[in-house]
C-alpha cells in the first residue's frame, strides 16, 4: 500500500513544487508580488532559496511541507498553513456530509434499482442518476437557491454561519454524488444476485430482506466502498463550485481567490494540501476493502 | 464502422437520441452568427436583467445582452473548447501508450508513474494548478482539460497495445523487417480504436462539464466573451432578477453532457458486443 501511496505523494509534490518553475519568469519576483523592491525580491530569493540548484529546492520544498511549512500568502502576508486550517474544516464538513447523504440514497436507490430490475422503477432510478451526473453541480446549486431561498424563502442562500446554511450545499453535492453511488451498487449486486449461495439462502427459508442486505449487499461492498471513498476525495476538490455558489470560505473558494490574485505560495499550499489528502482518502479506502475482503490483500 | 456495429447502434434509441441531440447542438453552435437575433456582446444598461419578450426570447443578462444570442455564441465556445481538449489528449496520450507499450522498460515504468500522479489529482484540482501556471483564457482551458483526459486515454492505449504486440503477426511483420512506427499504424493502433472512440466520446460530455465549470469559477473563459459556463458567474444575481437566463445555460451544458455520454455508451456496446451492456 505504502508502496504505491509515497511515490504518487513524491510525483504529487514535485509537480506542485513545478508550478512556480514552470511559468515564465523570475521566480523570486513573482514570489514576492510584481510591485514588490528589488531590494525585497533579493531578499526573498535568500529566504525562499531561490538562488540554490533545483533539486536542493524540491528537497527544501518537501522537507519543509511535510513540517507543515508551506511559506506566506503574497496577498495576505499570513502563513498559508494557517491560511487552508481556517479554510479546511468548511470544505472538509461540506464534503462529510455530502458523502453520507449520497452513501445512503445511492445505496437505496441502488438496491431498488436491482432488486426491481428492468422494471420501471429501475428505469426511473437509472435515467434520473443520468442525469445526475451530468447537471453541472454549480447549476445545480443555484437551481436549489431559487426554489428553496428565493421562491419558497425557506432556507438561507450565502454564508456558512449556521448548520442550515449547510443544508442546500450538502444537498446539491450529496444529490449528485449519490447518482455514481446508485450506479456502482445496483452494478454489483446485479453481479451477484444471480450467485448460487442466494439461492440456497432463499431455499433455506431465509426472509428476501436479509438475503438482500446481509448476503447480497454484503458482498457487493467492496465496489460500492470504493466508490464512495472515490466521490469523498473528489468532493474534497469538487465542492470548490459549490463554495462559489454559496459563498462558503473553504479552501476551493481560497485557491481559486489566490489563482487570480497569482498569489501562489496560497496556490501551492491548497493544491498540495488537497492533492495529499486526496491520496490520503483513497489510500484509506483500498484499506478498507482489504479488510472487507481479504483475498485483495494477497492480489 | 463496420456495418453489425452499425446496427447495433442504431437499434439502441438512447444513443441515436443522443447523437440526434448532438448533431442539432453542433449545427446550431456553427450556424450562430446566422441564427443568433442579436449581437451577443451588444451590451444595453437600460435594459438589463429583463424576462422573455419578443425581442429577447430568453431575456437580457446583467449588462443587457441578449441570452439567446449569448447562447449560440456560448455553445460554439463550449463545444470547440471540449474538442481540442479532447483531440490533444488523445494524440498525446495514445502517442504516450503506445510509446510505452512498445519499448517496455523504463519507459512504460516512467508512462505508469506519470499516471498515477496525474489521477491523483481530483479533476477540478489538477485544472486548477494548470491554469496557476499558464494564467486564465482559451489555451490553458484547452491545456488544463487534456491533462485532466490524457491518462485516460494513455491506459487505454497501453492496455490494448500491449495485449496486441505479443501477437504472432506482430512477430512475423517485426521477423520481416518492418518498421516499428509501420507496425503501430498498420497493426497495433487498430486494435486500440474502438475502446478509444467510445471512450472519447464519452469524455467529451465531461470536457463540456469542467471546461464550463472553469469559465464559471472565472478561470476559463474571459468576459464578455460569451460561454455557457461564464454566462452562470452571475448566476446569483440572475436567479432573483431574471431566472430564465440561469436556466438556459445549465439545461443547455446538461443536455450536452448528457448526450455525449448516451451516444458514447452506445458506441462502447455497438462497437464491443462482448461487453455486457450495463
Not at chain 1, 508580488?33 to 535568500?46: D, F, H, K
Not at chain 1, 488537497?274 to 483500498?286: C, E, F, I, K, R
Not at chain 2, 496520450?93 to 500522479?117: E, I, N, P, S, Y
Not at chain 2, 503477426?169 to 498498420?186: D, E, N, P, Y
Request: charged content about 15%.
Amino acid at each position: 500500500m505504502l508502496g504505491r501511496t509515497l511515490p504518487v505523494l513524491g510525483g504529487v509534490s514535485l509537480l506542485v513544487f513545478l508550478i512556480v518553475h514552470a511559468i515564465p519568469g523570475d521566480p523570486a519576483v513573482i514570489a514576492a508580488g510584481l510591485e514588490a523592491s528589488p531590494e525585497t525580491v533579493e531578499q526573498i530569493r535568500r529566504d525562499l532559496g531561490l538562488d540554490r540548484p533545483l533539486p536542493e529546492q524540491f528537497v527544501t520544498f518537501v522537507t519543509r511541507a511535510v513540517r507543515g511549512e508551506l511559506g506566506t500568502s503574497i496577498r495576505t502576508g499570513a502563513p498559508v498553513a494557517e491560511e487552508i486550517a481556517d479554510r479546511l474544516p468548511y470544505t472538509a464538513r461540506l464534503a462529510f456530509w455530502s458523502v453520507l447523504v449520497a452513501a445512503v440514497i445511492g445505496v437505496g436507490a441502488g438496491l431498488v434499482s436491482a432488486v426491481w430490475h428492468n422494471r420501471a422503477l429501475d428505469h426511473v432510478v437509472m435515467v434520473t442518476t443520468l442525469v445526475a451526473v451530468s447537471t453541472p453541480s454549480y447549476w445545480l446549486a443555484l437551481m436549489m437557491m431559487l426554489t428553496f431561498s428565493v421562491w419558497l424563502g425557506l432556507l438561507p442562500s450565502i454564508g456558512a454561519t449556521t448548520p442550515l446554511h449547510y443544508v442546500l450545499p450538502v444537498a446539491t453535492l450529496g444529490l449528485q454524488s449519490a447518482g455514481e453511488v446508485a450506479r456502482m451498487t445496483r452494478a454489483a449486486l446485479l453481479d451477484v444476485l444471480g450467485e448460487e449461495y442466494l439461492r440456497a439462502a432463499r431455499a433455506k427459508g431465509v426472509p428476501e430482506i436479509r438475503v438482500l442486505v446481509r448476503h447480497a449487499l454484503a458482498n457487493a461492498l467492496v465496489p460500492v466502498t470504493a466508490i464512495i471513498g472515490l466521490r469523498f476525495g473528489g468532493l474534497l476538490a469538487g465542492t470548490v463550485l459549490v463554495e462559489s455558489v454559496f459563498a462558503i470560505p473553504g479552501v476551493g473558494r481560497m485557491m481559486v481567490d489566490a489563482v487570480v490574485a497569482r498569489d501562489f505560495p496560497m496556490i501551492q499550499g491548497g493544491v498540495l494540501a488537497v492533492a495529499t489528502l486526496y491520496v490520503a482518502v483513497n489510500a484509506a479506502t483500498d484499506m478498507l476493502a482489504t479488510l472487507a475482503d481479504p483475498r485483495l490483500g494477497r492480489a | 464502422m463496420r456495418a453489425g456495429a452499425m446496427a447495433r447502434f442504431a437499434a439502441n434509441r438512447a444513443a441515436v437520441a443522443g447523437a440526434g441531440v448532438l448533431l442539432l447542438v453542433t449545427a446550431a453552435a456553427v450556424l450562430a452568427p446566422w441564427l443568433a437575433p442579436h449581437d451577443p456582446l451588444a451590451v444595453d444598461l437600460s435594459r438589463n436583467f429583463e424576462g422573455p419578450s419578443w425581442a429577447n426570447p430568453l431575456g437580457t443578462d446583467q449588462l443587457g445582452r441578449d441570452t439567446l444570442s449569448r447562447l449560440l455564441y456560448g455553445g460554439r465556445v463550449s463545444l470547440a473548447l471540449s474538442v481540442l481538449s479532447i483531440g490533444a489528449a488523445l494524440l498525446t496520450g495514445v502517442a504516450a501508450g503506445l510509446a510505452a507499450a512498445w519499448h517496455r522498460g523504463w519507459v512504460d515504468a516512467l508512462f505508469v508513474r506519470l499516471v498515477d500522479v496525474l489521477l491523483s489529482f481530483p479533476d477540478i484540482l489538477l485544472a486548477i494548478a494548470v491554469i496557476a501556471m499558464l494564467g486564465p483564457g482559451h489555451l490553458s482551458t484547452i491545456v488544463a482539460v487534456a491533462a485532466y483526459a490524457l491518462p485516460t486515454f494513455g491506459r487505454i492505449t497501453r492496455a490494448a497495445a500491449l495485449a496486441s504486440v505479443s501477437r504472432d503477426f506482430i512477430m512475423a511483420s517485426r521477423a520481416v523487417g518492418a518498421s516499428s512506427v509501420w507496425m503501430m499504424r498498420k497493426h497495433v493502433l487498430p486494435m486500440c480504436l474502438s475502446p478509444l472512440l467510445a471512450q472519447a466520446t464519452v469524455m467529451l460530455g465531461k470536457a463540456v462539464l469542467l471546461a464550463s465549470g472553469l469559465s464559471f469559477l472565472g478561470l476559463g473563459v474571459q468576459p464578455p466573451e460569451a460561454e455557457w459556463g461564464a454566462m452562470l458567474s452571475r448566476g446569483r444575481d440572475l436567479i432573483r432578477t431574471a431566472p430564465i437566463g440561469a436556466f438556459a445555460p445549465g439545461i443547455a451544458i446538461t443536455v450536452v453532457a448528457l448526450s455525449f455520454s448516451l451516444a458514447g455508451d452506445g458506441l462502447r456496446d455497438a462497437l464491443d458486443p462482448k461487453a455486457t451492456p450495463a
